[in-house]
């Protein structure tokens, strides 16, 4: 007997027909033995209902009623989804955040989880229960409800997982698994059978939505078998699991193709070549909370530089006005911004043993005349940044230069 928990997002609970589908896919685990947790988010679109009524009312709502409001959506979720079981004949029980208390800091909409109290859900399986529990929220030790911000319940699940020792932690959503890159970009885009932490949080924090990045950083953390399957399909899906587990001899040197739309560009031409430049630039930036991905410096013959830097588009212009200032008083030549660029990136865990990865993935771009405009390596990992009116193809020529098309599922 396996105890495995499992969580479903809000399109596999998106309509009572789909709850009734997830309550009879949890009856069959029960069937073969298994002791089963299920973390489940709210219907599809509630949040964002539950959002748009807090911000009639106000234009920025106050983060501790917020979470009060959005939170009811899994409760609904949790509660009709055991009806569900019971119907089926299978004893079940709901709880929320409060109930099963994950104690979380208290940093209202985007709380980190600190701890899990299991011994109720314990003495509820011992008990033959199906434990079912609110995604994406928590309480604090004061008793306020938290939340953890959008796609917390992938979280939750991971968490819970971990927290009760579980053998699998099953992520169930609208994709069968984790694809070589999107499918809708690349037709021959395959579901790879597994897929390392390492590898899992390089694809999501490039753009790759199948998982919420704290969720694969837990995984990682406390070595949760993660496996992403569909809620409307069967197959096997793809596991995610620690690098020592694969067979070297299997493991392609690439297993993805990643890449982000969300990029824009911001380069500040003429600064005096002195130390300290680079920090007088970036750290007003960071005080503004914003993110700088990719950085570049070039030195002039006239003994000063550019810098060039990459941050989220919506933040374009917030970092322009906010180096403007600091531009002036370096005197630099111009501030330029570009929200016309994207970054692709190749992943794998196999660039650690393999060499020519870079080669041939700038050999790839040259031949299909894309230029690169900035480069920025880890480990597993190569990125750069080129014209948006070129991601689409970039995407499809890398991954038939690392063999991606033929690789198998």
Do not use: W
């Amino acid at each position: 007997m396996s105890l495995i928990v499992q969580k479903y997002g809000g399109t596999s609970v998106g309509s009572i027909e789909r709850i009734k589908a997830v309550a009879a896919k949890v009856c069959k685990f029960r069937q073969q033995g298994h002791d089963v947790v299920v973390v489940v988010s709210a219907m599809s679109g509630e949040t964002n209902r539950l959002i748009s009524l807090a911000k009639e009312i106000q234009k920025n709502p106050a983060p501790r009623e917020l979470d009060v409001l959005v939170s009811t959506g899994e409760q609904v979720t949790i509660a009709l989804l055991c009806m569900a079981l019971m119907e089926l004949g299978q004893d079940a029980r709901s709880y929320t955040g409060a109930q099963v208390r994950i104690l979380t800091d208290d940093a209202f909409t985007k709380a980190r989880i600190q701890e899990i109290d299991v011994d109720r859900m314990k003495a509820d399986l011992q008990a033959g229960r199906v434990v079912v529990v609110a995604g994406f929220q928590g309480v604090d030790e004061a008793g306020n409800i938290t939340t953890l911000g959008r796609g917390g319940s992938d979280t939750t699940g991971v968490a819970l997982a971990a927290a009760l020792k579980a053998d699998e932690c099953q992520i169930y959503t609208d994709v069968d698994g984790v694809y070589t890159t999107d499918p809708r970009v690349v037709e021959k885009a395959r579901r790879l059978d597994r897929i390392t932490f390492e590898e899992m949080l390089e694809m999501a924090s490039l753009g790759s939505k199948v998982l919420q990045i704290r969720s694969v950083e837990f995984a990682g953390k406390y070595n949760v078998p993660l496996r992403v399957l569909s809620s409307f399909q069967e197959g096997p899906g793809t596991l995610i699991t620690i690098d020592e587990e694969f067979s070297t001899m299997e493991q392609l040197v690439v297993s993805g193709i990643a890449f982000n739309r969300d990029e824009a560009k911001i380069s500040v031409r003429g600064v005096p070549d002195q130390p300290g430049v680079a920090s007088r630039l970036l750290a007003p930036i960071g005080e503004a909370n914003i993110e700088v991905d990719v950085i570049v410096q070039n030195l002039a013959a006239d003994q000063t530089t550019d810098i060039t830097f990459t941050v989220n588009r919506n933040d374009m212009n917030k970092a322009r006005q906010v180096l403007q200032k600091v531009a002036d008083e370096l005197g630099a030549r111009e501030v330029v911004a570009d929200d016309t660029v994207v970054k692709v990136s190749v992943v794998g865990v196999g660039m650690r043993s393999h060499a020519g990865v870079a080669s041939t993935m700038f050999k790839a771009l040259a031949a299909d005349n894309i230029n690169i405009q900035m480069i920025t390596t880890s480990e597993i990992k190569i990125s750069v940044i080129i014209d948006e009116k070129y991601l689409e193809l970039a995407v499809r020529s890398l991954h038939t230069a690392f063999g991606l098309d033929k690789a198998s599922a």
